[in-house]
């Protein structure tokens, strides 16, 4: 009798956690591609949202980053051999 | 070292990039994507180019901590900007791809919010190199072990976790057409980020020189 009272709870335990992973693992999302297919040849696409400004924005924004740290690091680097210079010819103007 | 290597690594990246583009252009569009997964040829180099600044980083942030090595810093410094910049293109161009194939600029599914919070952690690293004051190196270099230990994580994501990201079995199982325009992309990916490194890495050479000038002037 007293081992049967604790194990009376077994089968409700045994319930709830399938009624909770039953929604849970329902609401997971689809499973994703593991591989990429090309198009068939000679077969015609039709697309919805036309991808051709998001293809060219992808590419756009790489340059336009790439370009711009290239520019600010051309700026540093300028800026601190310009501080270098003025401070060595500061230099020998005072041991002169 | 740095400065002898620039011209070629140059060269190299933009003979590269101008082969890549080229077969980009030739390459197949997807059958379920069509012309958006181009973007794919950009996009995964893009974090390819992210971790290796990060384990540059993390290797010469070991050095920093372990030796105190002044031109570890310099490489860990530069690895941590370029992690930013090339975490920066990744995570902009991922949302143009997701915007056609999901239907959503952004989800918060696991892969993009640890690949979001990774790029966050080598932000903090450079905020704290700016702000952080004396001794910033070494704190810098802790946050940076900390962003190295966890990438690997952040790349496999997509394999233990149910997303919407593609997995990382897609790479091998690429056909020709497009397997070899994702090669030379990422080689030129590959030679952009050493070209960027080692002018961040001369530039980091040249404020230590003008810092030790104005030591010596001072003094």
């Not at chain 2, 997807?30 to 794919?40: A, R, W, Y």
């Not at chain 2, 990744?90 to 915007?99: D, S």
């Not at chain 2, 590959?190 to 030591?215: C, P, S």
Request: with cysteine; net charge positive; glycine share 6%.
């Amino acid at each position: 009798m007293a081992i049967r009272r604790p194990l009376r709870g077994v089968p409700t335990a045994v319930l709830t956690a399938w009624l909770i992973a039953v929604p849970a693992l329902a609401q997971q999302p689809p499973g994703t591609a593991s591989e990429y297919v090309p198009v068939p040849e000679g077969s015609i696409q039709t697309e919805q949202l036309p991808a051709a400004p998001l293809l060219i924005a992808a590419y756009a924004f790489f340059i336009a980053v790439v370009v711009l740290y290239v520019w600010t690091l051309g700026r540093r680097l300028t800026k601190v051999e310009t501080e270098m210079r003025a401070l060595e010819q500061k230099a020998q103007t005072g041991r002169r | 070292m740095a400065k002898s290597l620039l011209a070629p690594l140059a060269a190299a990246t933009v003979v590269l990039f101008a082969i890549a583009l080229v077969l980009i252009a030739q390459a197949p569009p997807e059958s379920t994507m069509g012309l958006v997964q181009k973007i794919f040829y950009f996009h995964l180099p893009s974090w390819l180019g992210m971790y290796s600044a990060i384990f540059t980083c993390g290797v010469a942030s070991i050095l920093v901590l372990a030796k105190g090595s002044a031109v570890a810093d310099r490489f860990a410094v530069a690895g941590a900007e370029l992690a930013v910049l090339f975490g920066a293109n990744g995570l902009v161009t991922g949302p143009l791809w997701a915007r056609k194939a999901w239907g959503v600029w952004w989800t918060w599914e696991v892969r993009l919010v640890s690949a979001l919070l990774l790029w966050l952690v080598f932000v903090a690293y450079l905020i704290v190199r700016r702000y952080a004051g004396p001794g910033s190196d070494k704190l810098a270099a802790a946050v940076a072990l900390f962003g190295t230990a966890v990438s690997p994580f952040v790349y496999i994501s997509v394999n233990f976790w149910r997303t919407m990201h593609p997995k990382t079995t897609v790479l091998p199982t690429l056909p020709t057409s497009m397997g070899v325009p994702m090669l030379f992309s990422c080689l030129a990916f590959m030679a952009l980020f050493g070209t960027l490194l080692a002018i961040r890495v001369r530039l980091a050479e040249r404020e230590t020189a003008l810092d030790a000038l104005y030591l010596a002037y001072e003094d």
